[in-house]
């Protein structure tokens, strides 16, 4: 059974710093791209970040640049995701999710699983 | 950045009857390459994460009720619930993967009359 499970979630002060993580089982991690993506309180969903299999194309959603990082450690089935900087905006839910593969393994990018989701709070 | 717009925000649909939902991307997401659209379907119930119901636009995931449907191409596209049940009330996002950002609809959320 495939399973996501994210970590790491808390309040932090305005500029501060969090490091979420995301423990996969199920599936052979290291052979898929994995995204983080964010839903505000009430709100819909914003695409945060992607890498890929060896993390040599990584891509950011315009406002999280310079201040977030993904990584990832295909060893021990682990994404993260540094989160510098914080702004009040940034409070959301965090889901690190699955880009989907057909069956040659050929990605399609639809986010075929998710995890359950960190709450991240800014707020002084 | 391409933006996805849905419409309704909301709808209400009696039990056995059909739901309708639409998703306008401000570019074609079509790829005459691989003649596919680049659109996903994911429904989402209170505290849960989405569930991906349908990607190339028309393509059912696997264990998704066939009552779920996806059509349109280019720039249109619109998910169906064809005989809507109480399970299935939730808010439905569409999906654009075409190129990064990939970004999503604002949502709709489907409510029984």
């Known amino acids: 059974e495939v399973q996501l499970v994210e970590s790491g979630g808390g309040l932090v002060q305005p500029g501060g710093s969090l490091r979420l993580s995301c423990a996969v089982s199920g599936f052979t991690f290291s052979t898929y791209w994995m995204n983080w993506v964010r839903q505000a309180p009430g709100k819909g969903l914003e695409w945060v970040a992607n890498m890929n299999q060896d993390a040599s194309e990584i891509y950011y959603v315009d406002s999280v640049k310079g201040r977030f990082t993904i990584s990832r450690d295909n060893t021990n089935n682990l994404l993260y995701l540094q989160m510098n900087s914080l702004r009040a905006d940034d409070t959301a839910v965090y889901f690190c999710?699955?880009?989907?593969?057909?069956?040659?393994?050929?990605?399609?990018?639809?986010?075929?699983?998710w995890g359950q989701g960190t709450l991240v709070t800014v707020s002084s | 950045d391409i933006v996805m717009t849905q419409s309704p925000d909301s709808l209400a649909v009696s039990l056995g009857e059909r739901a309708t939902i639409n998703c306008k991307s401000s570019?074609?997401?079509?790829?005459?390459?691989?003649?596919?659209?680049?659109l996903a379907w994911y429904q989402q119930k209170p505290g849960q994460p989405p569930k991906l119901l349908i990607y190339?636009?028309?393509t059912r995931e696997s264990g998704v009720p066939d009552r779920f449907s996806g059509s349109g191409s280019g720039t249109d596209f619109t998910l169906t619930i064809s005989s809507l049940q109480a399970e299935d009330v939730a808010v439905y996002y569409c999906h654009h993967y075409y190129v990064t950002p990939p970004t999503f609809g604002q949502g709709t959320k489907v409510e029984i009359k």
């Open positions: 570019q074609s997401i079509f790829y005459s390459a691989n003649n596919r659209n680049y």
């Open positions: 999710a699955r880009d989907s593969q057909d069956s040659s393994g050929n990605r399609h990018a639809a986010l075929d699983s």
């Open positions: 190339w636009a028309s």
